[in-house]
C-alpha cells in the first residue's frame, strides 16, 4: 500500500480530526508547531497529488494575501522578530490552503454524511453540505471543460479591450454549462439512489477498526490541538 492510499485510507472520522488540527495553526505563534502542521500539510499534499485537482486554484487566492503580509512585514525597518512573525503569518496560511486542499480531495463521497451523523447534525443540513461538497467542484471542474472545448471551436479570448465580445462569450459558455451540470446532477442523484440513500432512515456508522496509520494520525492532531492551546 503507497503513502497515499494510506492516506485515503484514513477513517472519516480521523481526516476530520487531521483538519481541524490542521486550523489550530491559527491558535498558536509556536513557530515549531507551525512549521510542522505546514510540514505536513504539504507532505500530505504532495503524495496525494493534490496540486493536480480542481481544488489547486484555491491557492491562487492567496498570493494577494501573501504580498500584503510581505508589503506590511518589511515596511520600514523591520526587526528580526517581526521578519520571523512575517514568515509565521505566511506559513500559517499556506497550512490552511495545503490542508483545506488536501481535505477536499482525500474525503470520499458520503464520507462527510458519516463524519457529521456523528455530532448529531440534522440530516437535512447533511444532505445540504454533502451536495455542496461535491458540486461545487463539479461546477469548476464542468466550467473548465465547457472553457477548452469552447476554445478549441474558436471562442474568442476575453480582455479588457474585447468587452463587446463578452455577450458572446457567456452564450457560448453557459448553455453547454448547464447542460453538462444537469447531467451531472442527475448522475449524481441516480448515484444516491443505487447506494441506497434515503432521506427518511437513521444514518449508521459502522464500527471499524482502526490501522497502525489511523492511530499515528489521530495521536498527532489530538497532540496538535491540544499544544496549540497551550503553547
Known amino acids: 500500500m503507497t503513502f497515499a492510499h494510506q492516506i485515503i485510507s484514513i477513517k472519516p472520522i480521523i481526516k476530520f480530526f487531521w483538519f481541524i488540527s490542521s486550523l489550530a495553526v491559527f491558535f498558536t505563534d509556536n513557530i515549531f508547531i507551525v512549521f510542522l502542521i505546514t510540514l ?13 485537482t480542481i481544488y489547486n486554484f484555491a491557492l491562487y487566492g492567496f498570493i494577494p494575501l501573501v504580498i500584503v503580509i510581505l508589503i506590511l512585514g518589511f515596511s520600514g525597518t523591520p526587526s528580526q522578530e517581526e521578519i520571523i512573525f512575517t514568515f509565521v503569518s505566511i506559513m500559517k496560511w499556506f497550512a490552511l490552503g495545503f490542508a483545506a486542499i488536501v481535505f477536499f480531495v482525500i474525503m470520499r463521497p458520503f464520507e462527510i454524511v458519516e463524519v457529521l451523523s456523528v455530532f448529531h447534525i440534522p440530516r437535512g443540513i447533511i444532505v445540504a453540505l454533502n451536495a455542496g461538497f461535491r458540486f461545487v467542484p463539479i461546477i469548476l471542474e464542468e466550467w ?12 474568442p479570448s476575453f480582455s479588457i ?10 452564450n457560448a459558455l453557459s448553455i453547454p454549462l448547464l447542460i453538462n451540470i444537469s447531467q451531472r446532477t442527475e448522475d449524481m442523484y441516480f448515484a444516491l439512489k443505487m447506494k441506497g ?3 427518511n ?9 482502526l490501522s497502525i496509520f489511523d492511530i499515528l494520525i489521530l495521536m498527532y492532531s489530538l497532540v496538535i490541538i491540544l499544544f496549540s492551546f497551550i503553547l
Open 161 to 170: 479591450l474585447k468587452l463587446h465580445k463578452l455577450p458572446f462569450i457567456i
Open 201 to 209: 432512515r437513521r444514518l449508521a456508522i459502522k464500527a471499524k477498526s
Open 40 to 52: 505536513v500539510s504539504l507532505v500530505f499534499y504532495i503524495a496525494t497529488k493534490s496540486y493536480k
Open 197 to 199: 440513500f434515503t432521506f
Open 144 to 155: 473548465q471543460k465547457t472553457y477548452i472545448a469552447q476554445k478549441a471551436r474558436g471562442l
